[in-house]
């Protein structure tokens, strides 16, 4: 990988290298690219049958210019023990993880969610608040509630527990994102 000389005497913000697995994931990203105004995300979509391993983003990284600051993340949902198992075992990247899906942490900007749930039920429950919600995209109508009421699903998230079911991670891109403000 070829490495990025920091200026002297500027601060060199890293670059986000995110892996996810569905168009959700990848329009949410970009989403959150053109909000927070952060060009150095790239964003490695709908990589196979979810066989994301450290050596699959050694190998993605390698014609990139790198620098030590950079952020490897890997958003993806964990309703299947499998895909936990795997993406666990991947060291030094951050999991921005939705259990049962991404729509959990959507659903979370409109309500506190705390039983067990399925990908099913999310999508409904987000359909009946918003009725032009389609998976894959981020409309006008859900883009106002992800930036409004953006604290209240962090808060949400957070008293979930961790990598069950329901559980969201996504918060953590969030909370680096505003730091780089």
């Not at 601060?11 to 959150?32: A, D």
């Not at 983003?57 to 014609?63: A, D, G, T």
């Not at 979370?108 to 429950?125: A, I, Q, R, V």
Request: glycine share 2%; aromatic share 12%; hydrophobic share 30%.
């Amino acid at each position: 990988m070829k490495k990025r000389r920091q200026p002297k005497g500027k601060k060199i913000n890293p670059t986000f290298f995110v892996f996810c697995e569905g168009k959700t994931e990848e329009s949410y990203i970009n989403f959150l690219k053109s909000e927070y105004r952060i060009p150095s995300i790239y964003i490695h979509p709908r990589i196979g049958k979810n066989n994301i391993t450290k050596e699959y983003i050694y190998n993605y990284k390698q014609n990139k210019i790198t620098h030590e600051k950079d952020l490897d993340f890997l958003f993806y949902d964990i309703d299947v023990p499998e895909i936990f198992q795997r993406l666990s075992q991947i060291q030094d990247c951050i999991l921005l993880v939705s259990n049962p899906s991404v729509e959990l942490w959507f659903l979370l900007h409109y309500k506190n969610h705390t039983s067990n749930t399925n990908s099913d039920y999310c999508c409904k429950e987000l359909k009946n608040r918003n009725h032009s919600y389609k998976k894959g995209l981020i409309d006008s109508k859900l883009k106002e509630k992800l930036i409004s009421k953006r604290d209240d699903a962090i808060r949400r998230a957070k008293n979930l527990k961790e990598f069950n079911n329901p559980c969201s991670t996504v918060y953590k891109l969030i909370e680096i994102l505003d730091q780089l403000k």
